[in-house]
C-alpha cells in the first residue's frame, strides 16, 4: 500500500460576501458539490477565518461594509497565505480586474455569477494548487485521486456523486484510521450537520456496494462504537 497523509481537510471552501442572499446561494451550490463551506460577511470575520482554518479557496467579494476586499487579499499575501483566491463582484472594470490579480488573486468572476462557470473555476484553482501535494492514494485494490476526483477500483472508475466521494476521500486520506461519524459530517458537509443522524450509514452502504461490484475485499470496516476505518 502506498499512501501519504496531507492537511485533514482538502476541499473547504470560504465564501466572504456581505450579501446574505448572495451567500447563503453560493453555499448551497458549493456543499452540493461535496465541498465543505464556511460563511463571513465582513473583512474582520473573513481574515479571522482565515487565521483559524484552512481553506482550499477564497471566494472573496470586493466591496465589504468594513473594508476593501482588495485589502484582505493585499494582507493574505504579505503574511505568504497561497490560498487560491476568486474574486467575486460586481466590480467589473478592467482596472479592477488588473488589481485583484497584480495583489495575487488567482481568478476573477464578475456578477451576476453563473454558478456552473463558478464551480469550474473553483474546481480549476484548486487542482492547480493540489496537483504538487495531494497523494495519489493506493489501498488495496483502491486508487484514489483526490486532485482530480477520481476513484477506481481494479483499475474500473467508480461512479460516485460529490459527497460519495468526500467521504471515500476522507476515509482514504486518513487510511488505517478510525473515523468517526461526526468527523466525516465536520468534514462534507461543514458546520451543517446534526450529529445523530444516519446519513453517513447510508453513504457508506452506497460506497461498499459500489466497491464490491469489483473486488471481493472488505476496504471500509466497521469499529463498534467508534466509526469506520479504510485499511
Not at 85 to 106: F, H, M, P, W, Y
Not at 113 to 139: G, H, K
Not at 189 to 215: A, M, P, Q
Request: glycine share 6%; hydrophobic share 40%; aromatic share 6%.
Amino acid at each position: 500500500m502506498s499512501f501519504a497523509l496531507v492537511r485533514e481537510s482538502t476541499m473547504k471552501i470560504l465564501i466572504i460576501e456581505d450579501d446574505l442572499a448572495l451567500s447563503e446561494n453560493l453555499k448551497k451550490l458549493i456543499l452540493k458539490e461535496g465541498f465543505a463551506v464556511d460563511t463571513a460577511d465582513s473583512k474582520e470575520e473573513g481574515q479571522n477565518q482565515t487565521e483559524i482554518n484552512d481553506y482550499d479557496c477564497l471566494v472573496l467579494d470586493i466591496g465589504l461594509p468594513d473594508g476593501n476586499g482588495f485589502d484582505l487579499l493585499k494582507d493574505l499575501r504579505e503574511s505568504k497565505d497561497k490560498t487560491p483566491v476568486i474574486i467575486v463582484t460586481a466590480r467589473g472594470q478592467v482596472e479592477d480586474r488588473i488589481q485583484g490579480l497584480n495583489l495575487g488573486a488567482d481568478d476573477y468572476v464578475g456578477k451576476p455569477v453563473d454558478s456552473q462557470e463558478l464551480m469550474a473555476r473553483i474546481r480549476a484553482v484548486i487542482r492547480r494548487n493540489s496537483q504538487s501535494t495531494l497523494p495519489i492514494i493506493s489501498i488495496q485494490d483502491l486508487v484514489v485521486r483526490p486532485a482530480e476526483h477520481h476513484a477506481a477500483v481494479n483499475s474500473t472508475s467508480l461512479d460516485l456523486t460529490a459527497k460519495e466521494f468526500a467521504v471515500l476521500e476522507y476515509l482514504a486520506l486518513h487510511c488505517g484510521e478510525a473515523i468517526t461519524r461526526t468527523m466525516l459530517m465536520e468534514h462534507v458537509w461543514g458546520s451543517d450537520f446534526e450529529t445523530f443522524s444516519n446519513v453517513i450509514d447510508v453513504y457508506i452502504k452506497n460506497l461498499r456496494k459500489k466497491i464490491k461490484n469489483h473486488t471481493s475485499k472488505n476496504l471500509i470496516k466497521t469499529i463498534r462504537g467508534k466509526g469506520y476505518v479504510l485499511s
